[in-house]
């Protein structure tokens, strides 16, 4: 508002005004009424932008003070003005500074309205007296009530204790009594301490699990660095397999403590992963296609577009490599029941072979033929590798999981779900239509793990309808043809797997 009113300041047309006047004055009489007419009109103009400029700034105002303040002013001033302003034009007489009508009667229905309200305000002021009053009354007589019923009990604690001071016991009662006591105190204590051990059994075994997790990390590591193909390490492993199965079982039986535990720390460092890519890598990439793209909606778009891209391509990436691996174990484990275990296992500890930079390939790929952000191309794409490869290893590796996570299911003009996503600050927070998505919802199965981001306009629907035509139209224009389009999808559906990797063939 004050870049507005800086504006309305320094304003030429509007010092200039009053010189304006001064000079059609003077050549009034000299003058033809063609002349003069069209002095009158620009000065019309110049008046019109003025007021249209201070209306602007009225509106701005009234905004910024919410939904009751200002309301007043507005019908004590405004309202009247335009009401004495219609009526002398249509009559065809001058505007009027005095009081109005329409102020009038708003004076009088105040002061009609302030007395009965000043007798009700008075009237639940003394019911309120009179209330507290009482709620005193009932307090005290309740405090009176609980005295008494403490005196009753204590005398009657007394008496008690007095004839049973006055009864004599036997020897026996006594005995019974005190053995009863010591049984108790020593199983009060045996429980104690066997809480105790078992707690303290049961942080060894989570040590145990997490050092023997690492270790096994550890030696496929070394094992992967030292020898210059996966195959004779294989091997050698299943020549120790076959040779001694007690370290086998040390390193291929995972308890269930361990998978669990790996399980929930895995989970929480991706979460922790996601939610830095959303806060931090997502802005700057933002800022490396702001370079390029003066349009925020577009440079968003295309952001979440190669989020979503990069999810599709990295399950399909793991669900390749897990039917590998699945071939390549098969021979080891016909008829074992923890056939699914090392598949598991394997995997889990092998995610480091993902060929990250192929799947990013493959999402630059998706989205030069994706109509929505391509036509016309603007940008290349290999600006975000970066961001890409980092959302794709983050995929990958949440494939892994037990259960798996993955992104929920986004479409321009679906309903608003307060559920699965929150509003962008620049949305209209009364829409209930979703005009484009910043940033897709995480889930596990059905239940929604982060939220996600969404932009909701009014007449959401009909602009998605509208861009859904003319990317049709555009895919049919002579810069990207249709065989074009249709030879790319066949090279994305036709492109090798992501995964380069060899695994070991027993």
């Not at 590798?385 to 892994?400: G, H, K, L, P, T």
């Not at 889930?443 to 793990?449: A, Q």
């Amino acid at each position: 508002m004050a870049e507005n009113l800086k504006r309305l300041v320094s304003n030429e047309a509007l010092r200039t005004l009053q010189e304006k006047l001064d000079s059609w004055l003077k050549e009034y009489n000299t003058n033809t009424c063609d002349q003069n007419l069209n002095h009158c009109l620009e000065l019309i103009e110049q008046v019109a932008k003025v007021q249209g400029q201070l209306f602007g700034i009225l509106t701005t105002a009234a905004q910024e003070g919410g939904h009751n303040d200002g309301v007043e002013t507005i019908k004590s001033r405004l309202l009247p003005w335009l009401e004495a302003s219609f009526t002398a034009a249509s009559m065809g007489k001058p505007v009027d500074s005095k009081v109005p009508s329409l102020q009038n009667t708003f004076d009088k229905e105040r002061r009609k309205d302030s007395s009965p309200r000043d007798r009700d305000m008075q009237q639940l002021d003394s019911n309120l007296n009179s209330t507290r009053s009482q709620l005193n009354q009932v307090q005290d007589e309740l405090k009176s009530l609980q005295a008494q019923e403490d005196a009753r009990h204590r005398n009657t604690d007394q008496r008690s204790s007095e004839n049973r001071r006055s009864e004599p016991r036997s020897s026996e009662e006594r005995k019974c009594e005190q053995w009863s006591s010591l049984k108790r105190n020593a199983d009060q204590r045996d429980t104690e301490v066997t809480s105790d051990y078992k707690k303290q059994l049961r942080n060894l075994k989570e040590e145990i699990a997490v050092l023997s997790a690492e270790k096994s990390a550890l030696q496929g590591r070394s094992s992967r660095s030292q020898s210059p193909s996966p195959a004779p390490r294989s091997r050698s492993c299943s020549r120790s397999r076959s040779a001694s199965p007690s370290t086998a079982v040390k390193v291929r039986s995972p308890s269930p403590n361990r998978s669990k535990l790996s399980n929930v720390a895995r989970k929480a460092a991706l979460l922790s992963r996601f939610s830095d890519s959303y806060s931090q890598a997502r802005l700057d990439a933002q800022c490396l296609l702001r370079r390029c793209i003066d349009k925020a909606e577009i440079v968003q778009r295309i952001i979440y577009i190669a989020t979503v891209e990069a999810f599709h391509v990295a399950k399909m990436a793991f669900r390749h490599f897990k039917i590998r691996v699945r071939k390549s174990l098969t021979p080891s484990y016909v008829g074992s029941n923890d056939f699914e275990n090392a598949v598991s296992d394997y995997v889990i500890c092998h995610l480091d072979l993902y060929d990250s930079q192929s799947s990013v390939n493959d999402v630059i790929r998706a989205m030069n033929v994706n109509p929505k952000i391509s036509f016309p191309p603007v940008v290349d794409f290999c600006l975000l590798s970066d961001f890409i490869q980092e959302i794709c290893c983050i995929a990958f590796a949440m494939q892994a999981l037990e259960p798996p996570l993955d992104i929920a299911y986004g479409a321009d003009g679906e309903v608003f779900n307060d559920c699965k996503y929150r509003r962008s600050y620049d949305s209209d927070f009364t829409a209930p239509l979703v005009l484009y998505h910043v940033w897709p919802a995480l889930m596990e199965n059905d239940c929604v793990i982060m939220k996600g981001e969404a932009v909701t306009r009014r007449g959401a629907f009909w602009n998605s309808v509208r861009s859904l035509s003319r990317c049709r139209s555009r895919s049919l224009s002579p810069i990207c043809p249709r065989s074009q389009i249709g030879l790319s999808m066949m090279s994305r559906s036709r492109s090798p797997s992501p995964i380069r990797c060899e695994l070991p063939r027993f």
